[in-house]
């Protein structure tokens, strides 16, 4: 499985932008799709997820109000859409997947076994 994540950009606070993560290869094997941040100087932190038929997404509270995952499997591609970006925004986002049989909870960075390589989003004051 590959995933090449797309769509970052440096924004003024406020401002929205859209994430792409495109899935290509064993795509029949992944379930969930999840979406991380990587602030600068800190940890990489789950933003949300999304099973694989869509039914179900999941956020970090923090993320629920702005931030909207959606997936279109026709096209093999997960949306990250961030509203009303923050500075604290501010950070490189992975996009990875999560294969068919996990069964560790939904935010658990270690059951993700695909990772894109990250697209940098920077938001300004």
């Known amino acids: 499985v590959q995933l090449q994540a797309s769509g970052g950009g440096l924004v003024q606070a406020g401002a929205s932008l859209r994430l792409l993560c495109g899935v290509s290869?064993?795509?029949?094997?992944?379930?969930?799709m999840g979406w991380f941040r990587q602030a600068p100087g800190k940890e990489r932190d789950i933003v949300g997820a999304?099973?694989?038929?869509?039914?179900?997404?999941y956020y970090t509270d923090s993320q629920r109000d702005r931030f909207a995952i959606s997936r279109d499997n026709a096209h093999n591609t997960v949306y990250l859409q961030m509203n009303n970006l923050k500075p604290e925004d501010t950070g490189i986002y992975y996009c990875a997947a999560r294969e068919i049989g996990r069964s560790e909870p939904w935010n658990d960075e270690n059951s993700y076994g695909y990772w894109g390589q990250g697209t940098l989003v920077t938001v300004s004051s």
């Open positions: 999304i099973t694989r038929t869509g039914a179900t997404i």
């Open positions: 290869g064993r795509t029949s094997s992944v379930n969930i």
